[in-house]
T-cell receptor, first 119, second 114 residues
């Protein structure tokens, strides 16, 4: 079963629009961590944020904000006033704290959302 | 700057001709991961090293091997590349094998198989 679902395969917006990328996760663990990574066309995955399961406070970093809701198992990512440089594939990922042995620290990735921001 | 470096960035090989991809890190991290990423897909974990301890994923083909001669370097060997092995190969590191650790990724090596 897919542990992380990113239902939006592709999103296109025009510069300065706000855009929200959805992420829904599934786990039986009570302690887990959620991540967002950005993959620009150059290919390198860039870490954006980590959230633990006990901290439901929303977070804002410049134009980026994240909404974590345990009740709906969602960890959505909003870009405000999008820019062309935001064009990339964005991955949501889950790591479970009760993993054993070699599975500990493993990242379960969603399939990614391709965001294109047009000038 | 501390970083994860992958060489080469682009590799072309022929069907069946062995190829080695390399990854080095200046972060002194204990864990090194190899991922395969095909077009429009999520990265797929092939294996990882926790220090010198090698951990293979159950569905990683035998065609893929790895070596970690020291903390800084890790190699991915593809013994007989097939057309289906054409992909981006990503190396990542992590300080420890803990759920809260983010992984630090290199820029990737794009492999083409002719």
């Amino acid at each position: 079963a897919q542990k992380v679902t990113q239902a939006q395969t592709e999103i296109s917006v025009v510069e300065k629009e706000d855009v929200t990328l959805d992420c829904v996760y599934e786990t039986r663990d009570t302690t887990y961590y959620l991540f967002w990574y950005k993959q620009p066309p150059s290919g390198e995955l860039v870490f954006l944020i980590r959230r633990n399961s006990f901290d439901e406070q929303n977070e804002i970093s410049g134009r980026y904000s994240w909404n974590f809701q345990k009740s709906t198992s969602s960890f959505n990512f909003t870009i405000t006033a999008s820019q062309v440089v935001d064009s990339a594939v964005y991955f949501c990922a889950l790591s479970e704290a009760t993993g054993r042995g070699s599975t500990l620290g493993r990242l379960y990735f969603g399939r990614g959302t391709q965001l294109t921001v047009w000038p | 700057d501390a970083m994860v470096i992958q060489n080469p960035r682009y590799q072309v090989t022929q069907f069946g001709k062995p190829v080695t991809l390399s990854c080095s890190q200046t972060l002194n991290h204990n864990v090194m991961y190899w991922y395969q990423q095909k077009s429009s897909q999520a990265p797929k974990l092939l294996f990882h090293y926790y220090d010198k301890d090698f951990n293979n994923e159950a569905d990683t083909p035998d065609n893929f091997q790895s070596r970690r001669p020291n903390t800084s370097f890790c190699f991915l060997d593809i013994r007989s590349p097939g057309l289906g092995d054409a992909a981006m190969y990503l190396c990542a590191t992590s300080p420890q094998r803990e759920a809260y650790n983010e992984q630090f990724f290199g820029p990737g090596t794009r492999l083409t198989v002719l």
